[in-house]
Nanobody
């Protein structure tokens, strides 16, 4: 069974940094585009950053210059380095894989369990 497991969330003061990791487990051959989403209390889940298999990245305007998405294809792992954090970055962060090719089939739209990031003033 393929799954995504997140780690690295926590509480930090404004201006601080947090690094999230998302590790895929299972018999994985490769993974397609991967994303980080976040969901603040009583708000919808929104896309924060994306990275293709080849490493091309995109960010929502509010995190450009502060967040960096990266991935290690050999280890089936994705990261989100978050610097200069603001209270408005407080949310549950979810990793997402749009497609995962295993040695027997494909899995689409796979989600991690979420990691809480809380930024205080």
């Amino acid at each position: 069974q393929v799954q995504l497991v997140e780690s690295g969330g926590g509480s930090v003061q404004a201006g601080g940094s947090v690094r999230l990791s998302c590790a895929a487990s299972g018999s994985i051959f490769n993974m397609g585009t991967m994303n980080w989403y976040r969901q603040a209390p009583e708000k919808q889940r929104v896309l924060v950053a994306s990275i293709t298999t080849s490493g091309s990245t995109n960010y929502v305007d509010s995190v450009k210059g502060r967040f960096t998405i990266s991935r290690d294809n050999a280890k089936n792992t994705m990261f989100l380095q978050m610097n200069s954090l603001k209270p408005e970055d407080t949310a549950v962060y979810y990793c997402n894989a749009e497609s995962v090719r295993t040695y027997s089939n494909y899995v689409f739209n796979l989600w991690g369990q979420g990691a809480q990031v809380t930024v205080s003033t």
